[in-house]
């Protein structure tokens, strides 16, 4: 019994020292310049980039431990050296410092580096490996803090992770980088649907195309959000301009067909679903659509 208080002394005294190290090593964020951003925006920015990981690795530990310490005296050493272990591999990882870079040589090799990590990031969120998506963004940013291609990438993995919150600080600090990027305005719009905010989207979407119109993407955002609003004649407007950016894209004409027989417009819509005939024929819908077309008076 005595034997069991000691252990637990032990364990209790140990995790204190353990959550003392590991609070003194939170700040990668500190690397990012944000001198251009108010004070109180700063502290929330630096915040959301980082807190939901940080939570995610403490509880993790914290599991972790427990784990290890169930079975008392012979797993108690190998559970703290896990630990140790895993302190280690943070206080690495939340000790890089932006890189000095002096000569065109080093210049050329961070790019090189970077290029790769932006790479790797891209393949892991496709893979929806998001846990190394966002460990290769972060690393990014450590070097480069104002590489906007590495904030848009880590947006979008709290995005697809329905982290919504931590995503939509990120693409309004791009903005604060760069009040024209489009895309960051369209995730914006997302996130804002996601959320049941179309109105709130349908402004993000306005942006974005005030911004860049070349894109057709933009367009068919815009026109699903009309057609959510229940504006039927601008969500057609939008799928228009969508096609002539894309007309042979059956995405777009398959929206298309489906505004245009909501707002009753047969002619166009018997015109689209010829066109979508002849770029996708083997497309599973047509036979519903055109029942559908036939139906409108």
């Not at 690795?57 to 050296?81: N, Y």
């Amino acid at each position: 019994m005595i034997f069991d208080y000691i252990l637990i002394i032990v364990v209790i005294i140990t995790l204190g020292i353990i959550i003392f190290i590991v609070s003194r090593k939170f700040p990668i964020i500190s690397s990012i310049n944000t001198e251009a951003i108010p004070e109180q925006k700063t502290k929330r920015v630096k915040n959301g980039l980082l807190e939901k990981r940080l939570k995610r690795k403490f509880v993790d530990m914290k599991i972790r431990t427990s784990f290890h310490l169930k079975p008392l005296a012979d797993r108690i050493k190998v559970g703290f050296q896990k630990l140790y272990d895993r302190i280690l591999e943070m206080e690495k990882h939340y000790q890089k410092k932006m890189k000095e870079v002096s000569t065109p040589e080093e210049k050329q090799e961070l790019e090189k580096k970077i290029s790769i990590l932006l790479e790797e990031g891209e393949r892991f969120s496709k893979e929806e490996n998001f846990k190394e998506a966002e460990k290769k963004y972060i690393e990014i940013i450590s070097f480069d803090h104002k590489n906007i291609e590495a904030y848009k990438g880590l947006g979008e993995v709290y995005f697809k992770m329905r982290d919504f919150q931590h995503a939509k600080e990120i693409f309004k600090y791009v903005l604060k980088l760069n009040a024209e990027s489009d895309t960051a305005y369209s995730n914006l719009g997302m996130i804002a649907t996601y959320e049941g905010q179309l109105e709130e989207a349908k402004e993000d979407y306005l942006q974005s195309l005030a911004i860049n119109n070349k894109l057709a993407i933009h367009h068919i955002n815009l026109a699903e959000t009309y057609k959510s609003l229940g504006d039927c004649q601008r969500a057609l407007d939008g799928y228009n301009e969508a096609f002539k950016l894309e007309p042979n894209n059956p995405k777009i004409l398959d929206g298309l067909i489906e505004v245009s027989i909501e707002c009753k417009n047969k002619t166009l819509a018997k015109e689209t679903w010829q066109k979508l005939k002849e770029v996708n024929p083997e497309n599973e819908k047509l036979n519903d659509l055109k029942e559908r077309i036939d139906q409108l008076k």
